[in-house]
């Protein structure tokens, strides 16, 4: 059975660091595609990030050099550094395989 | 202008068909897209009900019931999900999405109200 759970959020100060993790079961994540999805509370879906299985990467404009996708082949997980935070990062941030399998999500919240 | 623009709102009848639209901007052509669709109720993660390209190239989610399909009106240059038959549980946001200019982009989202 595909499964996905993020782990790592909480509160955090404007400027600060957080690292996001999404660990898999039910399939290798370097043998996919994987990306993150966040939803500001309210709001809808923003896509985030993602990084292919030949390690190619991508990024929203709005998170370009701040934030960092990657993932552990010997973990089996998937990673988002989220550097130089800022409010509007506050947000339910979803790991997708594909877009089709989705994660419960984790709360960050960038507040002072 | 949005990539990607969906109504706010749309409500329809139990079982009655709601048909939501995905307008694409102006110069970007629909029918070089492939565009996805998702459904999100309160409290959950979105979950993926299809794809669609064209008639030769489209993808219905697993388990997702024959009775949500897509489709695209060229004319107006949108994609279109349509729900059939519908049920008191498909009252959700829906959110239609496209890879363009090597990013993944989302619609605002539709809230479908059935009642």
């Known amino acids: 059975e595909v499964q996905l759970v993020e782990s790592g959020g909480g509160l955090v100060q404007p400027g600060g660091s957080l690292r996001l993790s999404c660990g898999v079961s039910?399939?290798?994540?370097?043998?996919?595609?994987m990306s993150w999805v966040r939803q500001a509370p309210g709001k809808g879906l923003e896509w985030v990030s993602a990084?292919?299985?030949?390690?190619?990467?991508y990024y929203a404009d709005s998170v370009k050099g701040r934030f960092t996708i990657s993932r552990d082949d010997s973990k089996n997980t998937l990673y988002l550094q989220m550097n130089s935070l800022r409010a509007e990062d506050t947000a339910v941030y979803y790991c997708?395989?594909?877009?089709?399998?989705w994660g419960q999500g984790t709360l960050v919240t960038v507040s002072s | 202008q949005a990539v990607l623009t969906q109504p706010s709102s749309l409500s329809a009848s139990p079982g009655a068909s709601a048909s939501l639209t995905c307008t694409l901007r102006?110069?970007?052509?629909?029918?070089?897209?492939?565009i996805y669709w998702y459904q999100q109720k309160p409290g959950s993660p979105p979950q993926y009900l299809l794809r669609y390209k064209s008639d030769s190239d489209k993808q219905q989610g697993s388990g997702v019931p024959s009775r949500f399909s897509g489709s695209k009106d060229a004319s107006a240059n949108a994609g279109i999900l349509l729900i059939s038959g519908l049920q008191s549980e498909d009252e959700a946001d829906y959110y239609c999405?496209?890879?363009?200019?090597?990013?993944?982009?989302f619609g605002g989202g539709t809230k479908l109200t059935v009642l």
């Open positions: 039910g399939f290798t994540v370097s043998s996919n595609y």
């Open positions: 997708t395989r594909d877009h089709d399998y």
């Open positions: 990084i292919y299985s030949g390690g190619n990467t």
């Open positions: 999405m496209i890879w363009h200019s090597s990013v993944w982009v």
């Open positions: 102006s110069g970007i052509n629909v029918g070089t897209y492939r």
